[in-house]
């Protein structure tokens, strides 16, 4: 109790401070959502402002989330989170907050809890059209928009969208442009997932953590980005595994990251290593000759590799994984 008691005095004594001069005008559309399920919290935002990811979302582990926007006062981010963390509802947090801020007419705040409670406010002078729409576990907000349907259009699409919650999270995003958006235009977008389970080190619990920060269609690019990011996670799964020595499950990891961007050498060169290393060369070989014929350098890189301890040092088996690369560029 007390040191709740001390955060919501020190917040009280700033308020007249920080909370009257840090405005950033960012109106956009946002949602902060938790996932049941999983555990995993999230939130997601567009706007027609550079870099609107480094202002708008705030997320923690087992702590909670939080959409700070319209006249932004950043601080409501990480205050937000250290209320949540030190035992308030998201409710709680948010007016604890509010009651400090002599700008609150201005601001557009949603929380969440890792309960899944959430808490918002639209304040009456942010700039038509401004709203929020509060579902189960989730909540989606918007100012200065082109129609007052925003968002409740990204409340129906976030409920009828499946996969994880990153997908989930980039469907309201999607149906928020597709009713008109912003009315000023597009110009960045972010989003941040975090584990269902804190690990004690925020960093190592993001699973997604991705920024457009200045792009002519800001969704399309996050999207791609996601699919990305999606084959980094199997990779990074898979080397995981590769250094347990499960090679088999480190196999099943490289194969689905190959799956999502096949396009990517870096998703080939490293599954074929590891095949080759695991004993299945005449499996790994195709991967070779289509990663080393895709750029060069992979051929200068794979010798590399005996040198550092990351492949077997087999001279017959290093030759012959050489030998399907193309002759010597010029």
Same mark, same amino acid.
């Given at each position: 109790?007390?040191?709740i008691?001390? @955060?919501?005095?020190?917040?009280? =004594?700033?308020?007249? =401070?920080?909370?009257?001069?840090?405005?950033?005008?960012?109106?956009?559309?946002?949602?902060?959502?938790?996932?049941?399920?999983?555990? #995993?919290?999230?939130?997601?935002v567009?706007?027609?402002? =550079?870099?609107?990811?480094?202002i708008?979302?705030?997320?923690e582990?087992?702590?909670g989330a939080?959409?700070?926007?319209?006249?932004?006062?950043?601080?409501?981010?990480?205050?937000?989170?250290?209320?949540?963390?030190?035992?308030?509802?998201?409710?709680? /947090?948010?007016?604890?907050?509010?009651?400090?801020?002599?700008?609150k007419?201005?601001?557009?705040?949603?929380m969440?809890? =890792?309960?899944?409670?959430?808490?918002?406010?639209?304040?009456?002078?942010?700039?038509?059209?401004?709203?929020?729409?509060?579902?189960?576990?989730?909540?989606? #907000?918007?100012?200065?928009?082109?129609k007052?349907?925003?968002?409740k259009?990204?409340?129906?699409?976030f409920?009828?969208a499946?996969?994880?919650?990153?997908d989930?999270?980039?469907?309201?995003?999607?149906?928020?442009?597709?009713?008109?958006?912003?009315?000023?235009?597009?110009?960045?977008?972010?989003? @941040?997932?975090?584990?269902?389970k804190?690990?004690?080190v925020?960093?190592?619990?993001?699973?997604?953590?991705?920024?457009?920060?200045?792009h002519?269609?800001?969704? /399309?690019?996050?999207?791609?980005?996601?699919?990305?990011?999606?084959?980094?996670?199997h990779?990074?799964?898979?080397?995981?595994?590769?250094?347990?020595?499960?090679?088999?499950?480190?196999?099943?990891?490289?194969?689905?990251?190959?799956?999502?961007?096949?396009?990517?050498?870096?998703?080939?060169?490293?599954?074929?290593?590891?095949l080759?290393?695991?004993?299945?060369?005449?499996?790994?070989?195709?991967?070779?000759?289509?990663?080393?014929?895709?750029?060069?350098?992979?051929? @200068?890189?794979?010798?590399?590799?005996?040198?550092?301890?990351?492949?077997?040092?087999?001279?017959?088996?290093?030759?012959?994984?050489?030998?399907?690369a193309?002759?010597?560029?010029?």
């Amino acid at each position: 109790m007390r040191k709740i008691s001390f @955060i919501f005095l020190f917040i009280v =004594f700033i308020g007249s =401070f920080s909370y009257s001069n840090d405005i950033r005008p960012v109106p956009t559309y946002s949602i902060v959502a938790y996932d049941p399920e999983t555990g #995993q919290l999230g939130v997601a935002v567009q706007s027609h402002w =550079f870099s609107v990811g480094s202002i708008v979302p705030w997320v923690e582990a087992e702590v909670g989330a939080v959409a700070t926007q319209s006249f932004v006062d950043i601080s409501y981010g990480p205050l937000g989170l250290e209320l949540m963390k030190a035992g308030k509802s998201a409710e709680q /947090a948010l007016q604890a907050l509010l009651k400090a801020d002599k700008n609150k007419s201005v601001r557009q705040v949603a929380m969440i809890d =890792f309960k899944g409670r959430v808490a918002v406010h639209t304040g009456k002078n942010c700039i038509p059209e401004a709203g929020h729409y509060i579902g189960k576990n989730y909540s989606c #907000q918007a100012n200065l928009m082109l129609k007052n349907t925003v968002w409740k259009a990204m409340a129906v699409a976030f409920e009828n969208a499946g996969g994880e919650l990153v997908d989930r999270l980039m469907a309201a995003l999607e149906a928020a442009e597709r009713e008109g958006g912003d009315i000023r235009g597009k110009q960045s977008a972010a989003i @941040i997932v975090v584990r269902g389970k804190s690990s004690g080190v925020w960093w190592k619990d993001r699973i997604y953590d991705l920024r457009v920060e200045d792009h002519s269609n800001p969704l /399309a690019e996050l999207k791609r980005l996601i699919k990305l990011a999606k084959a980094y996670n199997h990779m990074n799964r898979g080397d995981e595994y590769l250094a347990e020595k499960k090679v088999k499950k480190a196999l099943e990891e490289y194969k689905k990251a190959m799956e999502l961007y096949p396009e990517n050498p870096e998703m080939i060169f490293w599954p074929a290593v590891a095949l080759a290393a695991s004993g299945k060369v005449e499996e790994s070989l195709p991967l070779f000759k289509k990663v080393f014929s895709m750029d060069y350098n992979w051929v @200068i890189l794979f010798p590399r590799l005996p040198e550092v301890g990351q492949f077997p040092k087999d001279e017959n088996l290093i030759k012959r994984i050489l030998s399907v690369a193309p002759k010597k560029r010029k």
